[in-house]
T-cell receptor
């Protein structure tokens, strides 16, 4: 009963490095999203997807890239990491009823 | 303007007492949903309760209930009989729009501390 699986759990990057945060769900949900959480800011939407091949920008998309080639996977790419991207990242998926969003465990990213 | 406002940065309650966490929202949509999530110190986001804008009854899930006052645009979370394990950050969130999919907008959260 995996639900939403995010990897890695922790990551330290140097400024300018790139990396991919992985997110997979096994609930056959169409809708998936990426959020970042910063102290005192709640969760803010980075990108989201309404199905395979369809993605769109959220509130804070700059510096991030996404793709959705399968229903299960929704990776988030940091193209050139900056200290401002130090944050906790959450992936979420939601079924068609839209009455509950399931979250992954989160990835704590530090950019030095 | 903020779509979700949680005015209480922190709340303190004694074990076994009830506590209300405030949430007000701003939307012009007729169809929307309101969510509450719990985030313990371990960091995961735990879904607690959902209220749809057309639901006539207040949502309840065990010790959690949502006091939904549509005219006042408020969706307060009530936790009855608090337990030490309820100490956590609590987030109110809203989904807007008719049909299709819309993402969640979160408030900034309320930190709840339950004392023995």
């Amino acid at each position: 009963n995996a639900g939403v699986t995010q990897t890695p759990k922790f990551q330290v990057l140097k400024t300018g490095q790139s990396m991919t945060l992985q997110c997979a769900q096994d609930m056959n949900h169409e809708y998936m999203s990426w959020y970042r959480q910063d102290p005192g800011m709640g969760l803010r939407l980075i990108h989201y997807s309404v199905g395979a091949g369809i993605t769109d920008q959220g509130e804070v998309p700059n510096g991030y890239n996404v793709s959705r080639s399968t229903t299960e996977d929704f990776p988030l790419r940091l193209l050139s990491a900056a200290p401002s991207q130090t944050s906790v990242y959450f992936c979420a998926s939601c079924g068609q009823m839209n009455t509950e969003a399931f979250f992954g465990q989160g990835t704590r990213l530090t950019v030095v | 303007a903020q779509k979700i406002t949680q005015t209480q940065p922190g709340m303190f309650v004694q074990e076994k007492e009830a506590v209300t966490l405030d949430c007000t929202y701003d939307t012009s949509d007729q169809s929307y949903g309101l969510f509450w999530y719990k985030q313990p110190s371990s960091g995961e986001m735990i879904f607690l309760i959902y209220q749809g804008s057309y639901d006539e009854q207040n949502a309840t899930e065990g010790r959690y209930s949502l006091n939904f006052q549509k005219a006042r645009k408020s969706a307060n979370l009530v936790i009855s009989a608090s337990q030490l394990g309820d100490s956590a950050m609590y987030f109110c969130a809203m989904r807007e729009g008719l049909g299709g999919y819309s993402t969640l907008t979160f408030g900034k959260g309320t930190m709840l501390l339950v004392s023995p």
